[in-house]
């Protein structure tokens, strides 16, 4: 990925479809008695604004020819990988609650490639799900997943169900892969005892970023973060994990959560040199720091603050079951085993699909890649905590760091 502040410029569809979106932006700002938007809001409404925003409108966004690549999207290593750890719990929690096997609940899919991944995985350990439900915010995201699962695994179509709600009773596993990241931030400077919040107002037919005196409930959690920095200190922090958290609880009677994402524990989250915060935006797999650039057309995501998803599941009455790396996480998981089997399968171009697999194993697990920046995180209900040692977590569980 490449880092830059120049962007490549956007088709006159696409400038003309953001162009959209900054009116319907620029209308909330002048219609608000502080003639502004708070950054949340604004980030809020460039990626989720109905028809407009960037997950909800027509841009292809993930994979070789979008804006970034996921883990799923490298390797079905990955999801194989997550497929066992989902088999292990699978029975488990079905057990007493007269089903047969629990459900899957993938949040936010993407591009469909993990849900066929997975089930392909789990049909071959004959622990498929009972279903496999799907929430996603993304319209055509959906209809993306839809074509994916069809192509890859039609004979599983049937199991998928795509859902507008947490279902009710759930019984089985949540699964969130770089979900959290695409949740709208409060951005907030602390300079001494001041405390700004970012917001967006209209400036010289432009939007432009405006700092105000941070509202109390904001200024409240900046100060709890008792951030040690002499110089101005800017950084993010997610407010509503607690509440998205609570609704998550209240709809499982007994299972697992795992997230899977980029992030820190808080400690090195808001180390004093990360004083320019997370913040970062995805357009055409450049990175740039520029969030007001071209809304609608690229994707803005800040960091996981894994603490305080910890702290919000014990908040609701969940487990912290595991904590670790993804690296560890998938090698707990099988990855070497995956891909031996892979290679087995394989008769012919031998050398050049153990180069490429090796590759992908690459991309996935080392520390300079994505095995030390992608953390897994796992929150359980109703499970035998005791009796319950989580396969992926089984080596360098490190909740401890929380
Ligand atoms: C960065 S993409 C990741 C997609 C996919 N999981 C992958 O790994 O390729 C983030 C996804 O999360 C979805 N999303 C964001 N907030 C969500 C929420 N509260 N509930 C469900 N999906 C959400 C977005 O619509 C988008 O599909």
């Known amino acids: 990925m490449n880092h830059t502040q120049s962007l490549p410029e ?3 569809d696409a400038l003309s479809h953001s162009e959209k979106l900054v009116s319907v932006i620029r209308e909330e700002i002048q219609s608000a008695e502080t003639q502004s938007i708070s950054f949340r809001r604004y980030m809020e409404m460039a990626l989720y604004q109905p028809k407009l925003g ?39 929690v079905a057990s007493g609650c007269g089903l047969s096997n629990g459900c899957i609940l993938e949040l936010g899919a993407g591009s469909g490639k993990m849900a066929s ?61 770089e979900v959290l990241d695409a949740m709208p931030v409060d951005v907030f400077t602390q300079n001494g005892n001041d405390i700004y919040e970012h917001h967006v107002i209209w400036e010289n037919e432009k939007l432009v970023e405006q700092l105000k005196p941070a509202k109390p409930k904001l200024r409240e959690q900046v100060l709890d973060l008792k951030l040690n920095t002499e110089k101005p200190y800017t950084s993010e922090i997610n407010p509503n994990i607690n509440a998205w958290l609570k609704n998550l609880t209240e ?78 996480f998938l090698t707990n998981t099988g990855l070497e085993n995956y891909f031996l089997k892979k290679l087995e ?48 977590f089984e080596n360098f569980d490190q909740r401890f760091r929380l």
């Open 251 to 328: 709809s499982i009677e007994k299972g697992l959560i795992l997230l899977i994402d980029y992030g820190y524990t808080k400690d090195e989250y808001y180390l004093p040199e990360r004083n320019k915060g997370t913040l970062i935006c995805h357009y055409q797999h450049l990175v740039n720091e520029s969030p007001l650039f071209y809304p609608g057309l690229q994707d803005i995501t800040a960091n996981v603050d894994f603490t305080a998803v910890a702290e919000a599941a014990d908040a609701n009455g969940l487990q912290v079951a595991g904590f670790t790396s993804q690296l560890h």
């Open 54 to 92: 960037y997950y909800v409108a027509g841009s292809h966004k993930i994979g070789k020819h979008g804006d970034f690549i996921t883990a799923p999207e490298i390797s079905s290593l990955f999801s194989q990988c997550v497929a066992n750890q989902c088999a292990q719990i699978l029975q488990k």
């Open 117 to 177: 991944d997975i089930l392909l995985e789990l049909e071959q350990q004959q622990q498929l799900p009972e279903s496999y439900y799907i929430l996603d915010l993304s319209p055509d995201l959906i209809k993306r997943q839809q074509d994916t699962i069809q192509k890859n695994a039609a004979h599983l179509f049937n199991k998928v169900e795509w859902i507008t709600s947490l279902p009710q009773d759930f019984v089985g596993i949540v699964l969130g892969n």
């Open 10 to 12: 956007p088709s006159p």
């Open 345 to 392: 399968s394989k008769n012919e171009n031998i050398k050049e699909y153990q180069y490429q697999l090796a590759q992908q194993v690459r991309t996935l697990s080392l520390p300079s890649e994505m095995g030390e920046r992608f953390k897994c995180i796992a929150l359980s209900k109703g499970l035998d905590e005791s009796n319950t040692q989580l396969l992926g």
